[in-house]
């Protein structure tokens, strides 16, 4: 069984810093794009971060461009590092394994067919 397994998420003030984990089980995710997105209370899923099965290439969402870092293992762990967290950050991340060998990283999450089952982030004044 294929599984996604975030961890990290919590409670932080404005400007704090979070590490968020994703830990793959069930298939070897060295392969494979992986991605980070979030959902922030009532609003849809954005694209966050992503980065390609070597390492070697990442995308970033302009909003979180320049605080949050994505980087992997090269085996099944891929992180996110997140730092001078807004209030508008709040929201539950969730990571992504791409459905397409060495595919480069994308910020369509039609393209990503395992998901973990998000972890939530709260950033407070």
């Known amino acids: 069984q294929v599984q996604l397994v975030e961890s990290g998420g919590g409670l932080v003030q404005a400007g704090g810093s979070l590490r968020l984990s994703c830990a793959g089980s069930?298939?070897?995710?060295?392969?494979?794009?992986m991605g980070w997105f979030r959902q922030p209370p009532g609003k849809e899923r954005e694209f966050v971060a992503a980065?390609?099965?070597?390492?070697?290439?990442t995308d970033y969402a302009d909003s979180v461009k320049g605080r949050f870092t994505i980087s992997r293992d090269y085996k099944n762990t891929v992180d996110l590092q997140m730092s001078s967290l807004k209030i508008e950050d709040t929201a539950v991340y969730y990571c992504?394994?791409?459905?397409?060998?060495?595919?480069?990283?994308?910020?369509?999450?039609?393209?990503?067919?395992?998901w973990g089952q998000g972890t939530q982030v709260t950033v407070s004044s």
């Open positions: 069930g298939r070897t995710f060295g392969t494979y794009a």
């Open positions: 980065i390609s099965a070597n390492g070697a290439s």
């Open positions: 992504a394994a791409d459905s397409y060998i060495l595919r480069p990283p994308t910020r369509a999450d039609r393209t990503y067919n395992y």
